[in-house]
């Protein structure tokens, strides 16, 4: 049974920092791509970044270039994602994922970015 367990979620003042972490089991995490989700209220299912396999290539939206760092570690069944100068808009409840869509996440964890 696939299981992610996000963690990491805070409120935060514009400019900070935060790490979020994803803890899978079930599944041979070093098979999968992995993916951080984002939905914001009112708003879909947003994809933020990704990371393959074996951690060597990554991607990210647009909005978060720059800022945000994905990463993974095969040993521990873990990745993160590095969240620097933080903005008011990146305030969403954020997933891990197995899959792009979505369909396989964790329960989320919130990061709120006010001052």
């Known amino acids: 049974q696939v299981q992610l367990v996000e963690s990491g979620g805070a409120q935060v003042q514009p400019g900070g920092s935060l790490t979020l972490t994803c803890t899978a089991s079930?599944?041979?995490?070093?098979?999968?791509?992995m993916y951080w989700l984002r939905q914001a209220p009112g708003t879909g299912l947003e994809w933020v970044a990704e990371?393959?396999?074996?951690?060597?290539?990554?991607s990210y939206i647009d909005s978060v270039k720059g800022r945000f760092i994905i990463s993974r570690d095969n040993a521990r069944n873990t990745f993160s994602l590095q969240m620097n100068n933080l903005k008011v808009e990146d305030t969403a409840l954020y997933y891990c994922?197995?899959?792009?869509?979505?369909?396989?996440r964790g329960q989320g964890t919130q990061v709120t970015v006010s001052g």
């Open positions: 994922a197995r899959d792009m869509m979505g369909t396989e």
């Open positions: 079930g599944f041979t995490f070093n098979h999968y791509w």
């Open positions: 990371i393959n396999a074996g951690g060597g290539a990554t």
